[in-house]
Antibody
Framework: EVQLVESGGGLVQPGGSLRLSCAASGFTFRTYWMSWVRQAPGKGLEWVANMKGDGSEKNYVDSVKGRFTMSRDNAKNSLYLQMNSLRAEDTAVYYC?????????????WGQGTLVTVSS | DIQMTQSPSSLSASVGDRVTITCRASQNIRTYVNWYQQKPGKAPNLLISAASSLQNGVPPRFSGSGSGTDFTLTISSLQPEDFATYFCQQSYNTPLTFGGGTKVEIK
């Protein structure tokens, strides 16, 4: 069974940093692209970043470029999102998601999410 | 960036109704569209990929169609457990983008 479990969310002041983690199990983690997707309270879904299985390719939405860094440790079946220079508009539930193979960038399994609140 | 315009933003329907939700892409994305269902406090659940491919375990009352720029999600006979918010998403290129969502409420 595919499982994705996020952790690391919390309350942080504007300008602060936070590191999210996602523990994956139930599939061959190193062979899959993975994504981070966020959802501000009461709002829609916004894709944040994705990364190829071997870590050789990454993509980011413009609003987080230069502030967020996605990484992975395939030996630990773990995904990370380092978030720096946080802003109020980064407040959201952050989901990690696996991208299905052969279907374009299709997040098919999602974690339960971790809430990040940026506020003074 | 590819914009995904979803309509309506909300609708009220009764159990047994046929419901149609549409999504329009700002450019030709062939069949690179996915549809998700999300219930309050839960993660999105993938219903349909590649415009019309039903995911394992998803009831056949859900169907998707379309190609190019215009796409449709249809629920043939709405059930109580289908009251939720639905999102389309383009998987053609990055940044991946989602429609604004359609909240399906009980009439």
């Amino acid at each position: 069974e595919v499982q994705l479990v996020e952790s690391g969310g919390g309350l942080v002041q504007p300008g602060g940093s936070l590191r999210l983690s996602c523990a994956a199990s139930g599939f061959t983690f190193r062979t899959y692209w993975m994504s981070w997707v966020r959802q501000a309270p009461g709002k829609g879904l916004e894709w944040v970043a994705n990364m190829k299985g071997d870590g050789s390719e990454k993509n980011y939405v413009d609003s987080v470029k230069g502030r967020f860094t996605m990484s992975r440790d395939n030996a630990k079946n773990s995904l990370y999102l380092q978030m720096n220079s946080l802003r109020a508009e980064d407040t959201a539930v952050y989901y990690c998601a696996r991208e299905a193979m052969g279907k374009g960038a299709t997040p098919d399994y999602w974690g339960q999410g971790t809430l990040v609140t940026v506020s003074s | 960036d590819i914009q995904m315009t979803q309509s309506p933003s909300s609708l009220s329907a009764s159990v047994g109704d046929r419901v149609t939700i549409t999504c329009r892409a700002s450019q030709n994305i062939r069949t690179y569209v996915n549809w998700y269902q999300q219930k309050p406090g839960k993660a999105p659940n993938l219903l349909i990929s590649a415009a019309s491919s039903l995911q394992n375990g998803v009831p056949p009352r859900f169907s998707g169609s379309g190609s190019g720029t215009d796409f449709t999600l249809t629920i043939s006979s709405l059930q109580p457990e289908d009251f939720a918010t639905y999102f389309c998403q383009q998987s053609y290129n990055t940044p991946l983008t989602f429609g604004g969502g359609t909240k399906v409420e009980i009439k």
